[in-house]
């Protein structure tokens, strides 16, 4: 076989387009060609599992871009994905032969085999694997950039006129893919011969149904060896033995991004959003590409006038024009509009980069393509719950009491159990009470792997979290694990699975010795338990495991809080602060009666006992000072202590970061109890120099962490003298905004504002405010 340049009438075999994948110039090449030659059939590389699927193309409702998705039935995680969008040349030769009742299949390594060699990778066809050709090419022509080259050579052929033969630009690249191949072989991917071998069987076979008048679209790379002289059985030799696997095929939407080379697709492009608008683009694609940026741009507030895009026009014309190039390409394009629309600045420019240049775009296919009954029960629930896939990032605000928003919360948690995540929660900008949640949400063609993934635990969502989570508990080889994993069943709703994992809860905790797993454990188990209310769950069981719990660790803790380094002491710390929450979190939520009280007495003593850490006897104290369990007068004998003579600075100032360090507050305690401020600023002051350097990294990072407003006020106390009593000695007024006492006359006067404001006030009051 030989590659024929012209129509039907023309000898040679078969007409052989050899194209770019994803190359809007080679796909209206392609439509120039099957035009002119009008073949009785046609060809495209890709899976021939696939040819029950061509039919779709046609549908009113698969917009590209789309990808066939292959996947091994026993291991679905091992799946392949060969994606097309509206401007890939193989997409516009089924999309013109299902327009013409033109027969079309696929020709190239069955999926069977090509998943059975490789491991899960989520490209398709590439174009030379060891090599890259199109490099090689533009080298060969002098220029640095393959892109830029092909654009030049390709994607704006046509600048001056159309040729008058449609086939010729694919013979000339048919020559020079020859010459590539006879000096690099294949390129370095012996997997290309097998794949070529398979192509050529099923090109015989087309020839001997349909004739010598068929088209064959396919990777420009593989025209040599299409067109050369094998025989039957050297071909088959090739494919003797190949391992295979049970392969199942259908379509799914891709996205622009992941068409972009950057996403890790093998025969990606750097820039399908531009490539797009040139296969779209009727005519004037510059002025039309310009006009894009600028109401892209205007839409995040930034002037761009009607002057700015013609100048943006001419600009990107004369700088092609200087760089000897045939038409205006991206790189033009692109320096005008940092030159014009964004005044130099690459900012505005990342997001037309984002937006535009790659973009946003995720294809559609219909409802009757093939899926697995995993994939049906979500999309039915995506449309009853109006929760629609998005290609681009998009933040979602939940209100729980509502029942379709508590029904979404529930959808995306379950789909998180079985491994589909296709939201994250995330921090929201407004309430933080629990009735709220924020996600933010971003779909990903691997998802449908995921999903198809997930079929093995159920045919509807709610069933197949239900049963991985039981799963999950079974094996939870920690317990952090099963507590992280009641926490999930909780938010997504999933009542039969609930006992299964309390019970693998309930065994793990008995057998955990290791107070720091316990205590690591609680605040989440604390946490979980808020969402019974909200999410009208019972907890009762999750409640019980929980007090069992933190009363272990009431009695642990102390021990486990002494002789520790200053690493082991930090995380000690985090942990007594997670439990003090998680204790007020189940007083509140559960029966625990004298929980809270025997908590107090385990800080009190690790306030008190000189083995445990300072920055541990510190928050242990600061805990109980803001829970009114420890009185000033006890809180400045403590500290005094902590910071007296006899202890060593460092030991001191881990004391002092534990007790007012990180953001619990400890600035503002400073600022309004001066005997407190006094005592810090006496032993700072009393610091030995020898020793000072070694201390004042970690006094630095304890102040640090203030408001500078606080700062700024600590400073002037300590200025003015306040605390140390020489301010009340000497008379030093005290700083401005702070007096000496409570002034009861100023206070009283604000409760009728107050009462008025909180709905409180009765009509004598409101008549004393208003009167």
Request: aromatic share 4%; proline share 7%.
């Amino acid at each position: 076989m030989t590659p024929r340049t012209g129509g039907p009438g023309a000898s040679g075999g078969p007409l052989l387009l050899g194209i770019r994948h994803h190359g809007p110039g080679s796909a209206r090449a392609v439509l120039a060609a099957l035009e002119s030659a009008r073949p009785s059939a046609v060809l495209v590389e890709g899976p021939p599992e696939g040819d029950a699927l061509l039919p779709l193309a046609a549908h009113s409702r698969m917009r590209p871009p789309v990808a066939l998705l292959a996947h091994a039935v026993d291991d679905p995680g091992r799946a392949a994905f060969w994606p097309l969008a509206d401007f890939s040349p193989e997409w516009v030769a089924i999309r013109w032969a299902s327009a013409h009742g033109v027969p079309v299949r696929f020709v190239d390594l069955p999926a069977a085999h090509s998943l059975a060699l490789r491991e899960p990778r989520d490209d398709g066809p590439e174009e030379g694997r060891g090599i890259d050709p199109l490099g090689i090419l533009a080298g060969t022509a002098g220029y640095d950039d393959p892109e830029r080259w092909w654009e030049d050579v390709v994607e704006h052929r046509g600048a001056d006129g159309e040729p008058a033969d449609p086939c010729a630009p694919f013979a000339a690249l048919a020559e020079a893919m020859t010459a590539l191949r006879e000096a690099y072989g294949d390129g370095g991917d012996p997997q290309d011969a097998v794949r070529e071998a398979c192509m050529r069987l099923q090109l015989r076979a087309a020839r001997k149904e349909f004739g010598d008048g068929i088209a064959v679209v396919c990777g420009a790379w593989h025209v040599p060896a299409l067109a050369a002289r094998t025989t039957v059985a050297a071909d088959r030799a090739l494919l003797k033995g190949m391992p295979k696997v049970r392969a199942e095929l259908t379509w799914v939407p891709w996205t622009h991004r992941r068409l972009a080379r950057y996403s890790g697709y093998g025969a990606g492009i750097q820039s399908p959003g531009w490539y797009g608008h040139l296969f779209a683009a009727p005519d004037r694609p510059v002025e039309r590409w310009m006009t894009k940026v600028a109401g892209l741009l205007r839409a995040t507030d930034r002037t761009v006038s009607s002057a700015d895009v013609i100048e943006a026009v001419r600009l990107a014309g004369t700088l092609a024009a200087l760089r000897g190039r045939p038409a205006v390409g991206l790189d033009e394009a692109t320096d005008a509009v940092r030159a014009v629309m964004c005044q130099g600045s690459d900012v505005p420019l990342a997001l037309v980069r984002d937006r535009l240049v790659v973009g946003e775009v995720l294809g559609e296919v219909p409802d009757t393509a093939p899926a697995v009954p995993l994939q049906r029960d979500l999309d039915k629930q995506q449309r009853t719950l109006r929760l629609r896939p998005e290609a681009g990032r998009r933040e979602l605000e939940l209100d729980l009491r509502k029942d379709t928003d508590a029904a979404r919360s529930r959808l995306l948690h379950r789909l998180r159990v079985v491994g589909v995540h296709w939201g994250e929660p995330a921090v929201g900008r407004g309430s933080t009470g629990t009735f709220r949640e924020s996600w933010r949400l971003q779909w990903e063609p691997e998802l449908h792997v995921r999903i198809a993934e997930a079929g093995v635990w159920g045919t509807t969502v709610l069933g197949a979290a239900t049963a991985r989570a039981e799963s999950d508990a079974v094996s939870a080889s920690s317990l952090a694990g099963v507590t992280a994993l009641a926490g999930q069943c909780l938010l997504a709703g999933l009542p039969e699975a609930l006992p299964v994992v309390m019970r693998a809860l309930a065994d793990r905790a008995a057998l955990d010795t290791d107070v720091g797993h316990l205590a690591d454990a609680l605040p989440a188990l604390a946490r979980s338990l808020r969402y019974g209310d909200v999410r009208s769950t019972d907890t009762a069981a999750l409640g019980e495991v929980a007090v069992g719990l933190a009363e272990r660790v009431c009695v642990g803790l102390p021990p486990a809080c002494t002789g520790l380094d200053a690493d082991a002491a930090g995380e000690a710390q985090r942990r007594v602060e997670g439990v003090h929450l998680a204790i007020g979190l189940l007083a509140g939520a559960v029966r625990a009666d004298g929980l809270p009280e025997r908590w107090a007495g385990v800080l009190h003593q690790l306030a008190a006992r000189d083995a445990v850490a300072g920055v541990i006897r510190g928050r242990a104290a600061r805990l109980l000072l803001d829970d009114g369990r420890l009185a000033r007068d006890e809180a400045a004998r403590l500290m005094g202590l902590a910071l007296s003579p006899g202890t060593a600075p460092a030991d001191a100032a881990a004391w002092i970061e534990g007790f007012v360090g990180g953001a619990a507050g400890g600035g503002l305690l400073l600022v309004h109890d001066e005997r407190l401020l006094g005592l810090v600023d006496t032993w700072l002051s009393g610091i030995p120099a020898g020793t000072f350097d070694a201390v004042l990294p970690l006094v630095r990072r304890t102040f640090s962490a203030y408001e500078p407003g606080v700062r700024r006020t600590l400073g002037e106390l300590v200025r003015r003298g306040a605390g140390s009593g020489k301010a009340r000695d000497e008379g030093v007024p005290a700083a401005p905004g702070f007096g000496e006492g409570l002034d009861e006359d100023r206070a009283d006067a604000v409760v009728p504002v107050l009462r008025l404001l909180l709905g409180l006030d009765d009509p004598s009051e409101r008549e004393l405010v208003t009167g």
